[in-house]
């Protein structure tokens, strides 16, 4: 196999940045989509080209509108003869706190569609091209618990559109396994704040009583797991939703802090 060409969402910062410094550790080109943040896309596009000699192209887009998504894969398609890997790493949250009916149904319809429709969108471009290469791998990216589809308190329309997210990517799994493309997700637990771009060197000594294994959750945490998935020998494992949360319940502290 030659050469892959990954596609990151949301990959100029947090858990998507850290992910581009895995795989372009790893040899791999990068296309690092980003919304606004065009100047920090492109420094660090230029910063990784520098350290790791891959090919890294910063590519504007909202992967909530359909036409942009479709104007991102014709933009790739002219810098990359092949994209084989997709991780969707990006999807819109709202911090504030809000019950349903809260909710307006312009901020319900951007949630549903950055963290669901979205995969759809890339996904429906992307596999045909896999299809022929007969070869690809698509990485979501969840939440704890998420394939039980459970309640998450003040989140009714992100926890919608992650756990449907989820059986689409064990749908795509079946679909599309007799062209050797896998499709898995990987639920992130509680990793917040400047923990999202560090490394797990950095956590070590660091004490976090909350967490079983003692201590905080780093953006390589998330990129080593993505990174296994991504590799051509990964090849057996599709159709699988993994936690990576240091064994912390993260949605039983949620809801038991709001009580």
């Not at 933009?75 to 994209?83: E, M, N, P």
């Not at 004490?207 to 020998?233: C, H, Q, W």
């Amino acid at each position: 196999m030659g050469k892959k060409t990954a596609l990151i969402t949301g990959g100029a910062s947090g858990i998507g940045r850290r992910t581009a410094v895995e795989l372009a550790s790893e040899g791999i080109d990068l296309v690092i989509n980003y919304r606004h943040s065009r100047d920090k896309a492109e420094a660090f596009a230029k910063s990784l080209t520098s350290e790791f000699g891959t090919k890294n192209v910063p590519i504007g887009g909202d992967v909530s509108d359909y036409q942009q998504c479709c104007e991102m894969v014709e933009k790739i398609k002219k810098h990359f003869s092949s994209l084989d890997i997709l991780v969707h790493n990006a999807g819109p949250y709202i911090h504030e706190r809000r019950k349903m009916v809260d909710y307006s149904i312009e901020d319900w319809h951007y949630l549903i569609n950055g963290n669901l429709n979205s995969t759809f969108y890339l996904a429906s471009l992307l596999i045909p091209d896999m299809r022929k290469r007969e070869w690809g791998r698509i990485i979501t990216v969840g939440f704890d618990r998420v394939e039980s589809a459970p309640g998450w308190i003040y989140r009714s329309a992100f926890a919608a559109g992650k756990s449907g997210l989820a059986s689409l990517t064990k749908s795509i799994a079946l679909e599309e396994a007799e062209f050797g493309i896998t499709a898995n997700m990987v639920c992130p637990g509680d990793i917040v704040g400047e923990w999202k771009e560090r490394n797990i060197e950095d956590a070590i000594g660091e004490n976090d009583a909350s967490v079983p294994v003692g201590r905080p959750g780093t953006g390589e945490d998330i990129a080593r797991v993505i990174s296994f998935l991504s590799d051509k020998k990964s090849d057996y494992i599709t159709g699988s939703i993994i936690p990576v949360t240091g064994g912390k319940d993260v949605l039983g502290k949620v809801y038991r802090d709001n009580k």
